[in-house]
């Protein structure tokens, strides 16, 4: 059940976790390996963020196109979600985070489901980070889903806004992302979050998802803070 608490102040950073795959080839391990040490790469970077001036910290955990990866790695990565959220929720409460879901549920196992439930409920009082996990995410689904709630003739861009955080549980209307990093050397946003990337800044690093610290992390706030972001205006204007 959700709370509607307003979201912490702060930045909202999404992160496309990539690399995990091969950061486990180059070791001769396989890709589930990979996952595991992405997953434990998690913790730190979520107890580091409000610290970091990170309000909203969204992670791209499994997208729609995830299921066609082989069976095997499918369930060890929804394996992996539900324990991370069942050893992380009392953390998680303990340390102010609020954890909510994005995305489709009718397709994941029901003990995932249970779990998710249950950490939304018990972090639900939160108010120092909202952490957002997009569990079976797609942005275009979620725009189109949205776009079914809207009126054609009358409803405008809140409206949608409001209907995208509906579709993909987020309770409250579609956040705005201010810093997007994606790590593992790629350059693409993966159907992630494209409505509420509109005017993010894109940080890339080569660095695979297992590797990726607090430090690199606090360095791309760094950086994002020296951006001059006009939002279509001119400096002097916003
Ligand atoms: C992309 O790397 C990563 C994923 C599809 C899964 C992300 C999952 C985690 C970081 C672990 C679990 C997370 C939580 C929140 C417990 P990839 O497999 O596409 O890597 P590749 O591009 O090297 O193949």
Redesign the pocket.
């Known amino acids: 059940m959700q709370s509607a608490s307003l979201p912490p102040t702060g930045l909202h950073v999404a992160i496309i976790?990539?690399?995990?795959?091969?950061?486990a080839r180059a070791r001769g391990w396989p890709?589930e390996w990979?996952?595991r040490a992405?997953?434990r790469?998690?913790r730190p970077v979520v107890e580091a963020a409000p610290d970091l001036g990170v309000g909203i910290l969204t992670?791209y955990?499994?997208?729609s196109d995830?299921w066609q990866r082989p069976r095997r790695e499918v369930d060890a990565?929804l394996g992996?979600?539900r324990r991370?959220l069942l050893a992380e929720t009392e953390e998680l409460a303990r340390n102010g985070v609020r954890l909510q879901v994005l995305g489709r549920r009718d397709r994941l196992p029901d003990p995932l489901v249970q779990a998710i439930e249950g950490a939304e409920g018990v972090t639900a009082g939160g108010d120092r980070l909202l952490l957002r996990?997009a569990v079976d995410y797609s942005s275009r689904e979620a725009l189109t889903a949205a776009a079914r709630l809207c009126d054609p003739l009358h409803s405008g861009r809140e409206d949608l806004a409001q209907a995208l955080g509906r579709v993909t549980h987020g309770g409250g209307p579609a956040m705005d992302v201010d810093l997007l990093v994606r790590t593992?050397g790629e350059q693409r946003l993966s159907d992630f979050l494209l409505w509420e990337c509109a005017y993010a800044e894109l940080h890339f690093t080569p660095t695979?998802?297992p590797d990726f610290t607090v430090e690199e992390l606090a360095a791309a706030v760094r950086e994002f803070r020296t951006r001059d972001r006009r939002f279509g205006r001119i400096a002097s204007a916003v």
């Open positions: 976790m990539d690399g995990n795959g091969r950061w890709r990979g996952h992405g997953a790469a998690v992670l955990a499994f997208s995830n990565l992996l979600f991370y996990l593992g695979m998802w």
